[in-house]
């Protein structure tokens, strides 16, 4: 299933949200966000409090970095 996340700020408060799509898009339609900005791209300034009422929706998923082993000495014996 595909998520999508809501990044969005008011009042200096960020709010991360994942959604499928039809939960977003009927959020979309009944305004749940208020009149704001859907901004097409990460803004230059990532700090959120510099968006404005604006919204960011990016579609993906949560990775979650995996340790991998590595040489980082050797020794003989």
Do not use: H
């Not at 990460?42 to 409090?49: G, L, Q, V």
């Amino acid at each position: 299933m595909e998520m999508y996340f809501v990044i969005a700020n008011s009042d200096g408060d960020t709010c991360v949200e994942s959604l499928n799509k039809e939960e977003l898009l009927k959020r979309l339609d009944e305004n749940y966000y208020g009149i704001r900005t859907v901004l097409n791209d990460i803004p230059e300034n990532n700090d959120t409090n510099y968006w404005g009422e604006g919204i960011l929706i990016i579609k993906g998923s949560v990775v979650v970095p995996q340790g991998v082993e590595k040489v980082i000495k050797y020794d003989i014996k």
